[in-house]
């Protein structure tokens, strides 16, 4: 057997031999595979984008001098609110994302 008779088709690569589409499709697969690949690597960051958003009555437990108060909602995680009107004892109707400290909104308890 000498070089004459092997048949050049075979010494071609594999990608080359594939079709267009069967090519998108694997750079496709490729694509969402690194993707996942990603996000598994670092914890799945990107569920951290659609947070439940939780509303719920907080005590006012702190202010200082400076106006700023700090409540502590049912989760017990305590949050702060800047320029804050309202006294120690007040209770608030708290908005936040479940499991972060900013509160979105806030409002007196009637």
């Not at 800047?82 to 007196?108: H, M, Q, R, W």
């Amino acid at each position: 057997m000498g070089y004459d008779e092997f048949d050049s088709d075979s010494s071609s690569s594999t990608l080359s031999q594939m079709s267009g589409k069967k090519l998108t499709a694997l750079v496709i697969v490729i694509i969402i595979g690194v993707f996942f690949g990603t996000q598994a690597l670092f914890g799945f960051p990107l569920k951290d984008l659609f947070r439940k958003e939780v509303t719920d009555d907080a005590k006012v437990v702190i202010k200082d001098d400076h106006g700023t108060c700090i409540v502590e909602a049912s989760d017990h995680q305590p949050r702060s609110i800047s320029n804050c009107p309202y006294k120690v004892g007040d209770t608030l109707v708290v908005t936040f994302k479940e499991g972060t400290a900013p509160i979105e909104k806030y409002l007196l308890k009637s």
